[in-house]
């Protein structure tokens, strides 16, 4: 490995991969460390799909979905790759629940047209759904599916293509921040003009200052075979999100041949280091019960998968300066909704690294305070995905 480098970016995962793609197309000089393999299944950003959508609560962020969903299709252009599905997307729940007129709302305000679609509206447009008779659902067309797996092999592909250096299965063990941060791998020790720190879970050990304000928690998806696969497909069966004690989202049978589906009912706190792939009994339990109850055409399980989330408190991301080391980039975009975000989240670190400042970074990407160090930050996010 050489001795200095421009650009150093700790982590392969969405963040990661997304900078050194974006410093690499803008001709920079830029090595990419991944202690595993590009799309490895112990971090954030892996499997089949993730849910895109434009519904934010906070305006602020409705426009920055927007802004994303303008730099898929850039990378989609430059790659030739698809990366984005518009399947549309059903928010369900009792009439009237606020989260749900929230979405409403928000939609609203942009030029998407969202609709409002009775239960019985529901059962003739998607029979899939048996829902109680006191619910309704918002359908938002813009909202679709974009591909962990997919999108992370694109990014590296092109990074390595404009002349970044790709290195896995390098373990990034310490880092010291100074003029020329610098960086003690298991490959040798790296020294730089600038360092992006987007390791996920692994945030808090490299950076133990943030360990007042990282939680790392284990989720779990869960994949159920449908009776007719068909019915269920990404042309007849919208990415889904339900108001109630389920807090659940879900997936068409996509690149693989059953529905995914997502719980939020337990969060088990862990770390990257120390956490099980055991997914909690609880969350078997919510899951199946769900899928006997609002979709029984698809309740045979077929496969579970356990994912790590890292959060901020109220939800937001951190992509921020080192308070000590302006040359040091600190980024943890995940609270488990940062994917639909990647291309554009790239060009924002690049930016920063670079100096330069972005009109899509928003103050409430700032270091929370309560971190080893004291810093103000903007109102809690209070949405979801
Ligand atoms: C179950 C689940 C469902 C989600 N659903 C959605 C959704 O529907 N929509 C949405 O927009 N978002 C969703 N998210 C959030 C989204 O997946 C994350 O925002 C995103 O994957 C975070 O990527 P990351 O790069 O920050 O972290 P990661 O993908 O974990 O990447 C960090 C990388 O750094 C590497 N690394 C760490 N430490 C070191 C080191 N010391 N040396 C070298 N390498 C290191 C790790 O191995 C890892 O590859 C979901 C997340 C989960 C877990």
Known sequence: ????????????GAAGSAAAYA??????DVLLLEQFHVGHER????????????????????????AALAS?????????????????????????????????????????????ISRRELARRYPQWQVPSDWEAVYSPEAGIVSPQRTLRTLTDLARHHGAQVKEGVLALEIEPGQRPTVVTSA???????????????????????QAVLSVTLAASSFYRPDNLSAFGPERFPVFITHDEFQ??????????????????????????????????????ASDTFMRRFLPGASAVMERQTCLITRVPGGDFILAPHPDCPQVTLASPCSGHGFK????????????????????????????????WQTAREQPLTGGL
Do not use: N
């Open 341 to 372: 975000f990647t291309p554009l989240l790239g060009e924002l670190l690049a930016a920063q690294a670079l100096g330069e400042r972005h009109p899509w970074h928003l103050p409430r990407f700032a270091l929370p305070s309560g971190a080893g």
């Open 248 to 285: 659940a989202y879900g997936f068409p049978a996509f690149d693989v041949p059953g529905v995914k589906l997502g719980v939020d009912v337990v969060r088990p706190v862990t770390t990257g280091e120390t956490r099980t792939f055991e997914v909690p009994a609880r969350v078997i339990e």
């Open 23 to 28: 410093l690499a197309r803008r001709r920079q």
């Open 188 to 210: 040798g020790v790296v020294t730089c003009d600038h360092l992006i720190v987007a390791a996920g879970a692994w945030l808090p050990s490299l950076v133990p200052e943030l």
């Open 72 to 116: 898929w299709r850039a990378l989609e252009r430059e790659s030739g790759q698809q990366l984005y599905w518009q399947t549309g997307g059903l928010d369900l729940g009792p009439a009237g629940t606020p989260s749900l007129e929230a979405v409403y709302a928000s939609l609203s305000t942009l030029e998407v047209s969202p609709q409002r």
């Open 43 to 66: 971090g954030s950003s892996f499997g089949p799909s993730r849910i895109f959508r434009l519904a934010y609560e906070e305006p602020d962020y409705a426009g920055l979905a927007q």
């Open 1 to 12: 490995m050489r001795q200095h480098v421009q650009f150093v970016v700790i982590g392969a």
